[in-house]
């Protein structure tokens, strides 16, 4: 079976392991390059940005993820994740870099202090027609996305919250804080689906 990694830098770990095991997969937590090599999908979870970035040099695994996202690994990162997924972040601390790959430009902390966190439904219907409930925690914003990607969820106001681009998928918000595994299982559907084109 397709190994899954979660980033274990910073953040929340335990509940991307929980639904992914949840899902049947064998999901691990990863924090060091030999055990980055031998995943074939991980998800990058919310926390800090700055932070995971921080330890993911600090670890030296910064590299090693680079590498396995210009290779095709399929990646899901949710909030700090998405951050760490765009190729450019706005309002970033100074001196924190991305891991890149998602061709897209990410806002940190989009919301004012008012909407700092707040949950709503969103619409999705690449994912079928229950809409997803969403939860936002000082959430980034996807302010504007390359021709190779496709939006699947906006708020209201027409802010992108969820992108695809192939085998890589950001959210703005926490699927795996409120029973939703939809992203999940869409995210392991890529890891199968790569891991059987490796093998042809
Ligand atoms: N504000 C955080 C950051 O910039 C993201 C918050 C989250 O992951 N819930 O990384």
Redesign the pocket.
Known sequence: APVVGVLALQ?DVREHLAVLRALGADARPVRRPEEISAIDGLVIP?????V?DKLARAFGVQQSLRDRIADGMPVYG????L?MLADEIRDAIAGQQSLGGLDVVVR??AFGTQLDSFETDIAMPELGDEPVHAVF????VVESVGEGVEVIGRLDDGRIVAVEQGPLMGTSF?PEVTGEHRFHARFLQKVADSVASHAR
């Open positions: 953040g919310g926390g800090e940005s700055s995971i949710t909030c700090a994740g951050i940190r902390n925690i000082r959430a980034p926490h």
